[in-house]
């Protein structure tokens, strides 16, 4: 057997030593470029330059290094192709038998903040090192291609079995590492592409949707047992739920995701649009909130969102704000909620929060402002992209248009209503209220295919406290049933935002029964 060969280019060097002793210990001829070659040397072992190889030299500050026909004529040549061999050999090349390449670290440059230049960027776009992937990927039933560290040893321990030979490597292994070579060029090339468009052409939303993500986690099921299901990370996410860290519990299911993703959504708007409260927190069921509460102390923002609905929060996943106090995790108790996000827990709050089984609590730090942010939805055949973020009404340009006004803490309460309103699904109305120290949702009433039928049902779930409360539709109402039905409930205000052809039935109904109406001009419409 001819002596195997080895090419060596990362930009991540983790373990490269080890892998290139241990080809080195087998008999392998190790190639290299640049930073590795020099990694290499420092351990102390023969490399062999692909300059050297190639019989040209590295140039324009190394863009072109291995872009040669003896590097990629090594690793493309069929072994079984007597005519491909041949040719090899009367061009003086020799076969390469194994390609260990990882990529310049794009996505981590264009994730840099502040943002790094374009031109700093554009070196970042590598060239010679997907290239080699994907000609190694091509013939991998006889080059060996390896994309990450979590690789070598695998390989190793397959080549140590058959003392150095590359066929050692069954073609099983070969395979899946094609396939991950490829899954890793993909994912690269849809992080050029969002990036340069997102500077090059910016628009609302993009021309094209390349999505790329980490390995898949299964999942125990999906929303039902029959149901095969996975969680993916997007590629190189560091933020949201793929960033989350798990306390004990049992594994997350499909619907904990969902309800976790409401929840860290509706939490993150609060942080954007309730600042003026210390604390905010989010009770989730079935994707929608049952209750929301924002105050001055973390206990009391608890109370509040437990209060809205106390009876829909069992099995509930909920979000707060800020690290989970000690005082909390005590009123907390022995409440059976699936899943709950926070910042952090005090030491105490988290070993409160333990003691009952199978909770799963996460930390997510921090819990950032919710922005404008492209969401993907998959339907039959395509797919639908559309901007998502907190609801963007000029609360000074919102108009009181009855003969009742309102003052400036409704205002704020009608900014915390549309807040909670927006992560409702359609049709929803809620009514909301004043605290001691901040304000609440006391009933929900969501997903309903008539608006006054989701009036009923905020009402029943307020009960008494729908008393003085403030009314707060995703839309318009088409007819005045809605806002009488308020009003025989005890609602003193409506916030909707207006535009029905019917506008001033819903006024002159607002005033026949002493109420304040807002018009915000936003729908909020959730589906």
Same mark, same amino acid.
């Given at each position: ?7 060596? /280019?990362?930009?991540?060097? /983790? ?36 300059? =050297? ?69 554009? =070196? ?8 080699? &992937? ?72 993009? /021309? ?98 437990? +209060?809205?609905?106390?009876? /829909? ?16 995790? =005590? ?92 992560? &409702? ?10 605290? +001691? ?14 608006? &006054? =039928? ?74």
């Amino acid at each position: 057997m001819a002596q195997p060969r080895a090419l060596l /280019s990362v930009w991540e060097k /983790s373990g490269i030593e080890v892998l290139g002793k241990a080809l080195t210990e087998m008999g392998w001829e190790l190639l290299s470029t640049g930073g590795t070659a020099r990694a290499l040397r420092g351990a102390g072992l023969e490399v062999t330059d692909v300059s =050297e190889a190639t019989g040209h030299p590295e140039v324009f500050d190394g863009r072109v290094k291995t872009l040669h026909p003896a590097v990629h004529g090594g690793i493309l040549a069929r072994r079984d192709r007597e005519d491909d061999m041949a040719t090899l050999a009367e061009l003086g090349y020799g076969a390469i038998n194994l390609v260990c390449v990882n990529l310049y670290p794009f996505e981590e440059t264009a994730a840099r903040n502040p943002p790094a230049s374009d031109a700093e960027l554009i =070196e970042m776009i590598d060239i010679g090192g997907p290239t080699m &992937v994907r000609s190694a990927a091509k013939n991998h039933a006889d080059v060996i291609i390896m994309t990450h560290p979590d690789q070598y040893l695998g390989v190793l321990d397959s080549l140590s079995e058959s003392n150095g030979d590359p066929c050692g490597v069954d073609n099983t292994t070969r395979q899946s590492l094609a396939l991950t070579a490829y899954q890793s060029t993909a994912a690269y090339d849809a992080a050029v592409s969002n990036e340069l468009e997102s500077r090059f052409i910016p628009s609302d939303v993009p /021309s094209r949707i390349q999505v790329s993500s980490g390995s898949g986690s299964e999942l125990r099921y999906g929303e039902n047992p029959h149901q095969p299901a996975a969680f993916y990370a997007a590629a190189g996410a560091v933020s949201g739920l793929a960033a989350a860290v798990q306390h004990g519990g049992k594994p997350l299911s499909y619907n904990n995701y969902l309800d976790l993703d409401g929840a860290l959504r509706l939490a993150r708007t609060m942080v954007s649009t309730c600042s003026d409260f210390e604390h905010g927190c989010v009770v989730i069921k079935h994707t929608n909130p049952c209750g929301a509460s924002v105050d001055e102390t973390q206990i009391r923002a608890w109370e509040s969102a437990l +209060a809205s609905d106390p009876e /829909s929060a069992f099995g509930c996943v909920i979000a707060f704000t800020k690290p989970v106090e000690i005082e909390t995790a =005590e009123a907390i108790g022995g409440h059976f909620f699936e899943c709950m996000i926070a910042p952090s827990y005090a030491p105490e709050a988290l070993e409160i929060l333990s003691a009952k089984k199978n909770r799963r609590l996460l930390t997510l730090d921090p819990i950032e402002p919710r922005v404008d942010e492209i969401r993907i939805r998959q339907l039959d055949g395509g797919w639908l992209a559309q901007v998502q973020g907190p609801p963007s009404i000029d609360w000074d340009e919102v108009d009181c248009i009855t003969d009742k006004q309102v003052d400036a803490s409704e205002i704020a309460l009608a900014r915390f209503g549309a807040t909670v309103l927006a992560e &409702v699904k359609s049709n929803a109305i809620i009514l909301v209220s004043r605290t +001691a120290t901040g304000c609440a949702t006391v009933g929900v009433g969501p997903g309903q295919t008539s608006r &006054v =039928e989701a009036v009923k049902i905020a009402s029943r779930r307020a009960g008494e406290r729908a008393t003085g409360s403030m009314m707060v539709s995703d839309a318009f109402f088409p007819f005045r049933d809605g806002i009488d039905a308020a009003n025989e409930i005890g609602v003193a205000t409506v916030v909707q935002p207006g535009g029905s052809v019917r506008d001033q039935e819903s006024i002159d109904a607002a005033n026949e029964h002493g109420m304040a109406m807002l018009f915000t001009g936003t729908r909020l419409f959730l589906h």
